[in-house]
Structures are given as C-alpha cells and as structure tokens.
C-alpha cells in the first residue's frame, strides 16, 4: 500500500474484506409507504447477530441469537433517536468513500437513515488517490464531503491544519461511550492535542500466532500462551527448530518489505525493549539501545523467515500464513481470526496466538500499529449529522459483528473483546483484550506517514544487507529529523505537543501484568 491509497482499498485488493460500512445488513421495508420512519426499535431489532454475521459462520460456531456486545454500552442502542430526528431529520450528510465501496456502503447505511431520518449522499474518490484527493479538497476550504474514515497514522496530517471538526461537544451532548473504548484507541484514533478529533473505527493491534501442531510436536505436550514462548530469544530458537519441521514450511512469518512494514514489525519488537520514537522535544531517538535490540532480534530471526520475506507485507504475510507455509507469525490480530475460516484458512483449529514474548529489561507492550478512524471535515455543512452517522458505523454491536464475519475491521471497545459469546468466534480475542491495557503506539504527527516509509526503507535495506543495522537506524533518524523539520517541528511552536500525546504512546506503566 502506498500513502495514495485508501486503507479500504488495499483491504479489498488483499482479499481481507473489510467494509467500511456495516457489510451485509439486509433491512428491507425500513421506510413506510406514507413517508414516516419507522419506530426505532424495529430497526434495531434487526441490527443482530441473524440479520448481520454470516449464515455459514453461524451454522460453523452454532452461534446463538445472543449479542456479542453489551446493550448497555451500545451507542445505537443508548442513543435518544426521537431526538436525532426531531433536530436532523431531512438534512444530508456527505460521506466520502472509497469509489470501491460506493454500494455496499450505500447498503449498510439504510438502517441509519431509516432511524435518523438523516439522508447519506455518497462522495466517491478513487482509491489509489484517496490521501491526495481528501488533502487537496481540506486545502480548498471548501471540501465535497462531511465526512471521511481514513488511515489512522493521517491523523495528524489532516487534524494539525484545522481540517477536522472538533468533536467533543456532540460525543457529550448524545453519549458517545469514549469511556467504552480501549484507552490506545481512544487516545490515538480519537484524540490530537487535548481534543477530539475522531471516533475509532478499524482497532488494530500487532500479536504472535504459532501453528498448534508443530508447537506440540517441538514442546511434547500443550502450548501455553504466556510460558511457551515467553520470551523473542526463545521465538528465535523455537523459530529454527520449526524450520526444519516440514518442507515448505518455514519458522517464521515477518513482514520486512520495504517501506512501513519493515517499520511495523521493527516498532513490534523493539517496543518491548522499551523503544520510543522521541525524546520530550520530538527529537529521534529510536536509533538507541532499545532500537537497536529490535534491529538485532530481526537479523536473527531472518535465518528462520519465509521466504521472499524482505519482499513481503501483509498481503503476502497472510497468504503464507493462511496457506500453512510459516510455522509462527508476527502479524496483525485477524491472522488469528481470519485463521479460524474455512473459507479463508487451511490451518483451521491448528493454530493459538499468544501473548506477546517478552525481552529481558524491557517491558510487555503490545503494538497498536496502523488501523483506521472516522471524522468529521471542519468545513462541513452537516458536521453533526456527520457524527451521527459516524457513530452508528463505529457502533459495538456493529463492530462486533464486524469481526464475527471475519472481515478485517476490528473493534477497539472493552464490551465487546470481553464478551464470551464474541471470544468464542474470534480466537485472538482474550489475548488481543488483555493486551491492550498495555499497548504501545507511535504518535499521530504531521508527516507520521513518510517517516513510517523512511525508517522502513532503511530498515529493509539492513535486512537485505546493504548496510549495518546501525546505520540503518542513524540514516532514519536523520531523515526523520529532517521530514519533522519539515513539518514545522524546532522552530519553538512544535504542532504537536508532547504532553498531550505523551499518554498514549506506551499505556501500560506501572500496571500488572495481565498473567
């Protein structure tokens, strides 16, 4: 994926189905032949685990007709809709969309016009220039759209400049559930400098899996999830010894192209011994010990990689492991769950993601890397119609189900990661939900997208043995420095102030471990 591209778009293109609309809802006859809007309750009554997660999937889990998410803590279910009506009904809300996704969002939005009254006019941009098109518009002053869910690392391109809507006093006057949502994501999708900005949408986070089988022929018995591979020297060992297991089956999946997955999975690693990307002036300093211990346990782990493995992002990361060709794997959360698929896996119930290992003086730090989220435009002719609308799509029960179909778009809230019923069809769940109070996650800057691309470019050029792992890190911190400067950074007025992204870069200080 490169920054011109919608994040929608490279889901689609990767075959991780993700909508950036509620997917498959079905609703018909949501509108009255005399023109009214039906009562609420019918409408919502259909947003449900029948009406939404997949027939199939449901047959595979024998999933009741239980919600997998907290009605209590359901912002469609909470929500005064009488009151949206009787404020917004009629008005319009300009949604800009990947031009991709024009139908199915068009599909998913029925239940929420039919229970807001509040029409959705569909903007389409072209997904390979959906980053260009959005900033050109913002520039202009005047932009086509309402509102937009975009690459969560944009945050700061589009928030710094005044091209967002603060969204502080609609979250409070209609009871968004900010307090719902785990703190990463709510401090990093939804916050930038002290205000908010955002509601989280896409909620990623990075875990490891290993193939079941292989794990209990090397081990002799069951794999434990924090003990098994407790720590990275012992996923290095563990990773050659699977190595040679089977033919055609390598140690470990790592995505290490160039560009940001190289800068993924090195902030993945490195995190855990303790790595920020700046000093309190925003100066770099990932080029330290602890980086340089990310660097260290990469090179080895590469002797044990797929093959092809300096070529490779999450589209290939994801077939490979899918397809059963890595024996463990650094990826993102839905490689456990996507995993769990008979449509999508070949190692369906021979799989279990672990908690992340540890490094010896570090500390247990989870990575928050890349995900998505919704806004509003500053310029917006319907900014509160804009948030509505944003809120229902981002909304528990629809996030949940989201990730019941195994559709690439995962929720960020408490209720939901912590619901048995969604545990038992979302294998990564209880791990990805302990993990999260200890999560790390890079600030959301102006410029954050090229210097993910700078330090990954240099990153890979290590991997592939051009230069040292040393020099790769000093060549990104100075073209780091350089992008910030750029970006308005030490000039006495940073656009950002530490302090306040300061809490959400590493949330797990002085907590417990969750094991």
Known sequence: MTMKQSRRSFLTNTAAVGAVSTGGLALPGL??????????????ADISVPGYVREDYRTLYNMSDAPLWDPNKDWIRTVDWEAVRSELAGTTVRFAIGAADQESAAEGLVPFEALSGIKVELVPIPDDS???????????????FDALQFFSPWLGDFAAPG?????????????????????????NYGFFNGKMYGIPFDCDIQMVHVRKGYMETLLGGPVDKV?????????????????KIEPGVAGVGMMAARGFWSTYTWEHIAAQ????????????????????????????????????????????????????????????????????????SQIVDDFVTIYEPRIEGGRFAPPNIAGSTSCVSASAQNPEGAFLMLGFLTTASIMAMNEANANGVAPGYRSVLTNEELQKVSQPAKVWGDSLDHAWCSPRLPGAFPIEQAIGNEINRAVVGQITAKEALDNA????????EDNGF??????????SA??????????????
């Open 502 to 515: 300061a809490p959400g870069l590493y949330v797990g200080e002085g907590k417990d471990l969750p094991f």
């Open 31 to 44: 509108a009255r032949a005399d023109g009214h809007l039906p009562d609420p309750a019918s409408v919502l």
């Open 130 to 144: 959906f980053y260009d098109k959005a900033l050109a518009e913002f520039i202009s002053g005047n932009a086509s």
């Open 477 to 484: 911190a100075a073209a780091v420095k350089k992008i910030m």
């Open 490 to 499: 030490y000039q006495g007025n940073d656009p950002v102030d530490y302090a």
């Open 273 to 344: 011994a303790g790595m920020m990307l700046f000093d309190e002036s925003w100066e770099p300093i990932f080029n330290g010990d602890a980086g340089m211990k990310g660097m260290d346990i990469i090179m080895a782990l590469t002797a044990n990689a797929n093959e092809g493995h300096a070529g490779a992002g999450w589209p290939e990361n994801r077939a490979a492991w899918l397809g059963g060709q890595v024996a463990t794997n650094i990826s993102w959360q839905d490689s456990g769950t996507q995993a769990m698929r008979p449509d999508q």
């Open 227 to 243: 003990n098994s591979i407790p720590t990275y020297d012992e996923l290095i060992r563990v990773s050659g010894e699977l190595n």
């Open 163 to 187: 091209f967002l809507y603060e969204l502080d006093d609609f979250a409070a006057k209609w009871g968004l559930p900010l307090d719902d949502f785990y703190d990463t994501y709510r401090l």
